[in-house]
């Protein structure tokens, strides 16, 4: 019923779902476990956030080793091989010891910039022209039910409880620990890459020093700074702002002095454009957003409990827009990528518009009794917000993937290494300046932010396309001297 590319599909995104249904829902609840184990044990003092930003950190450095790794191990053994580090991370939350928690951040990090590295590359390498948006959207989809059942396995296990005890910490560890086992096994299923043919794709080793080379020769290529403003969108912030206005102010001037039809072989500062905004709202959702609810005061008693709702409807977000846009897959071959791209910067300005009329800019810092606009702040109106931010960063990471897999296709190891390395190291930068920048001053650099992202993904689109179109003549000029040829020898 399926073919073989779709079914390689279908078993990495369950694999990774699995995986990060571990992961993320450990992440989430980082600060309150580790609050927990504090209060049990008077010697423990692991820090979440200190854990997190050396996880960034690391895997941002790692991101330039990765396609090495890559090169030499093969896609599907390094995504083993980044997985077992999620699962060993997991695992030492089952003892908890402080300079344990370090190391195993630090191994998490190389992880995680080879499992993604992979990621990317075998789902181009099962990918197509005609195929690329579909299944970008399918893993996306799939991928992003780690967010909902994540979620809802939190909310259960902790429900009714202000401290959470040994016994409930040790049943957590346990399932998520063997959830990522599960995961890491259907990784270790997955077949070869194939053709559209349906024949097996040999992976070839270019060497370490030549892997490195093409990652920093990446920062040389202006579609790739172009696409960099995209790439840190997800985590949003002032640090996004400057670098996307300073790649500009370089981009209207090669626009001024070579025009629109140049672009894809000027000046190579561009190229880093598009990718600034994914990173900036995973932190900004994740780490800031859900807990300001939280801290709203005049939600009532049951504020907490929105903050977990909120989550659930960040990842059906998630999932609702991973399956539109892998249902409009063929579609988007002929529309293009720029109507989604539109339809997600149009659902930011609208979330971030309610976000900023109905909750407090104190809210940021901690309980607050401050009303934004609306008086009392809608608690309904909280959570939809957290769904809007959901679908609209599915509308850019399925793109992103999309245009990587399009432009880069016979070298994506590098670019998918790149991506990873401008997210993680806005995601990282985010985690240091939230502290100390009010809600208002966040949704105003985002929305400023995921405009020019938008404007910068559309110029990268052009030369998609163009690359696409170059692509069919050269089949068609190809396919027709065949035939010549074959006339001829009649």
Aim: net charge neutral.
């Amino acid at each position: 019923m399926f073919s073989r590319r779709t079914l390689n599909i279908l078993m990495l995104s369950i694999g990774f779902m699995l995986l990060f249904i571990s992961f993320q829902t450990m992440a989430n609840i980082m600060i309150t476990i580790l609050h927990s184990v504090q209060v049990d044990d008077k010697n423990y003092d692991g820090d979440a956030k200190i854990s997190l930003a050396i996880i960034y950190v690391v895997l941002a450095v790692s991101n330039f080793l990765a396609p090495s790794i890559v090169n030499k191990f093969g896609t599907r053994l390094s995504m083993v091989i980044g997985a077992v580090t999620y699962s060993i991370f997991i695992a030492s939350f089952l003892l908890p010891i402080t300079y344990v928690l370090y190391i195993v951040s630090v191994l998490l990090g190389i992880g995680g910039a080879i499992i993604w590295t992979a990621q990317g590359t075998y789902l181009t390498q099962n990918s197509d022209n005609l195929t690329i948006s579909r299944n970008s959207g399918i893993f996306w989809a799939i991928f992003q039910c780690s967010q909902l059942f994540g979620n809802l396995f939190v909310f259960f296990a902790f429900e009714g409880k202000k401290h959470i005890d040994l016994e409930t910490r040790t049943y957590v560890y346990t399932t998520l620990t063997v959830i990522s086992i599960v995961g890491i096994l259907l990784l270790l299923l997955l077949r070869p890459a194939v053709t559209s043919q349906g024949e097996e794709i040999t992976e070839i080793n270019v060497g370490a020093i030549l892997a490195i080379r093409r990652v920093f020769g990446l920062f040389t290529e202006g579609k790739m700074l172009l696409l960099c403003i995209s790439f840190c969108k997800t985590c949003g912030g002032y640090v996004e702002l400057v670098v996307a206005t300073h790649i500009c102010k370089i981009g209207i001037k090669v626009f001024a002095n070579n025009g629109v039809r140049d672009i894809t072989e000027s000046a190579p500062e561009e190229k880093v454009f598009s990718l600034l905004y994914t990173g900036a709202l995973l932190s900004f959702a994740g780490s800031i957003y859900n807990p300001c609810i939280g801290f709203t005061m005049q939600f009532g008693d049951n504020r907490k409990s929105l903050v977990g709702l909120g989550g659930i409807l960040f990842g059906v977000g998630e999932v609702f827009g991973g399956t539109v846009f892998g249902w409009l897959g063929p579609k988007s071959v002929i529309w293009g990528r720029n109507p989604i791209i539109f339809m997600g910067c149009f659902n930011f300005l609208v979330c971030f518009a309610l976000i900023f009329l109905n909750i407090p800019d104190s809210s940021a810092y901690g309980d607050t009794n401050d009303v934004s606009f609306f008086s009392p702040p809608i608690w309904w109106l909280a959570v939809l917000c957290s769904f809007l931010l959901g679908f609209g960063d599915s509308c850019f990471n399925t793109q992103i993937y999309s245009i990587i897999g399009t432009i880069w296709r016979e070298d994506s190891t590098s670019p998918f290494a790149m991506f990873k390395f401008i997210q993680s190291v806005s995601s990282g930068l985010a985690f240091i300046y939230f502290k100390y920048l009010g809600l208002n001053t966040l949704i105003i650099i985002l929305s400023v932010t995921v405009v020019l992202a938008s404007v910068t993904f559309i110029f990268v689109e052009r030369i998609a396309v163009k690359l696409n179109r170059e692509l069919d003549k050269n089949v068609l000029s190809t396919a027709t001297d065949r035939s010549f040829v074959g006339m001829h020898v009649e």
